[in-house]
């Protein structure tokens, strides 16, 4: 009997995450804590800008908050703005330059704290930009306070026993008030939590990128975040506490789009 020998099977390389990145790209740096999610929503974000073939279009309006290093590590144009006034600023920008891709980022503490009435206001002008904000429950930037979109029982520097309903009010949930507006045609929830969930945000900022395209409105989408940090845990529990309670109030789905994208 002969026997044959067979091919070891081939090697394959193993590559960091980080060292793959679209060109638009500029750093794998930042100055963010272990854990959160921001910069996966940033690196979606670039690929997506990538691959439509709109970056030179692009111009950005951008809040306070920790997610504001997308800009100095991003081959994009970002103009920066008082707390909670992208929407308007974006306003401005889209009118006097209609043919441009114009987006607005955004925390939850500068959506949906300080500027609420901004975002809320040019979704029922029908501005056609993109909006997105960033929620992971709290103003990470100044400390980790209580924003208008921390769930109840969240604790954060300002709720220490838990956001209480009785004491603090309950969450606005900025994504269900969007969809109710006429002027806004695409509005969807996010999370970078997972795999599953990555995938299926990148999704939805394409669809909210295509529909600025085609003219239809204002498109939002909320991307649920994680802080760790800021939400008094250990790194690897972030996914899980926000699937578990976050994603409990905010669920992730599409919540409104124009019929082109169904």
Same mark, same amino acid.
């Given at each position: 009997?002969?026997?044959?020998?067979? #091919?070891?099977? %081939?090697?394959?390389?193993?590559?960091?995450? &980080?060292?793959? +990145?679209?060109?638009?790209?500029?750093?794998?740096?930042?100055?963010?804590?272990?854990?959160?999610?921001? %910069?996966?929503?940033? +690196?979606?974000?670039?690929?997506?800008?990538?691959?439509?073939?709109?970056?030179?279009?692009?111009?950005?309006?951008?809040?306070?908050?920790? $997610?504001?290093?997308?800009?100095?590590?991003? #081959?994009?144009?970002?103009?920066?703005?008082?707390?909670?006034?992208? %929407?308007?600023?974006?306003?401005?920008?889209? +009118?006097?330059?209609?043919?441009?891709?114009?987006?607005?980022?955004?925390?939850?503490?500068?959506?949906?704290?300080?500027?609420?009435?901004?975002?809320?206001?040019?979704?029922?002008?029908?501005?056609?930009?993109?909006?997105?904000?960033?929620?992971?429950?709290?103003?990470? #930037?100044?400390?980790?306070?209580?924003?208008? &979109?921390?769930?109840?029982?969240? !604790?954060?520097?300002?709720?220490?026993?838990?956001?209480?309903?009785?004491?603090?009010? @309950?969450?606005?949930?900025?994504?269900?008030?969007?969809?109710?507006?006429?002027?806004?045609? $695409?509005?969807?929830?996010?999370?970078?939590?997972?795999?599953?969930?990555?995938?299926?945000?990148?999704? $939805?900022? !394409? !669809?909210?990128?295509?529909?600025?395209?085609?003219?239809?409105?204002? &498109?939002?989408?909320?991307?649920?975040?994680?802080?760790?940090?800021?939400?008094?845990?250990?790194?690897?529990?972030?996914?899980? @506490?926000?699937? #578990?309670?976050?994603?409990?109030?905010?669920?992730? !789905?599409?919540?409104?789009? %124009?019929?082109?994208?169904?």
């Amino acid at each position: 009997m002969t026997v044959i020998p067979t #091919d070891s099977p %081939p090697t394959i390389p193993s590559v960091k995450v &980080a060292s793959v +990145r679209t060109p638009l790209q500029l750093t794998t740096h930042h100055h963010l804590c272990a854990g959160c999610g921001h %910069p996966v929503t940033h +690196r979606l974000l670039l690929e997506v800008v990538e691959e439509l073939g709109i970056a030179s279009k692009i111009i950005g309006t951008i809040g306070h908050g920790c $997610y504001t290093g997308i800009a100095p590590q991003s #081959d994009l144009d970002f103009i920066q703005v008082l707390h909670g006034r992208a %929407p308007a600023v974006a306003t401005g920008i889209k +009118r006097v330059h209609p043919d441009a891709i114009v987006m607005s980022v955004q925390g939850d503490g500068d959506m949906a704290s300080e500027g609420l009435h901004e975002i809320l206001h040019a979704g029922a002008r029908g501005e056609k930009i993109t909006c997105l904000m960033l929620n992971n429950g709290v103003f990470g #930037d100044t400390g980790g306070q209580m924003t208008g &979109a921390t769930v109840i029982g969240q !604790r954060t520097k300002t709720s220490l026993e838990g956001r209480d309903p009785e004491l603090h009010g @309950y969450p606005v949930p900025v994504a269900e008030l969007m969809a109710q507006l006429e002027g806004v045609a $695409y509005v969807a929830r996010g999370a970078v939590n997972n795999a599953g969930s990555i995938a299926q945000t990148k999704k $939805y900022l !394409r !669809r909210a990128f295509e529909t600025q395209q085609a003219g239809a409105g204002l &498109a939002f989408v909320e991307i649920l975040s994680m802080c760790p940090t800021g939400w008094f845990m250990p790194t690897p529990e972030g996914p899980t @506490y926000l699937r #578990d309670t976050i994603e409990e109030t905010f669920p992730v !789905r599409q919540l409104k789009a %124009p019929s082109f994208l169904s």
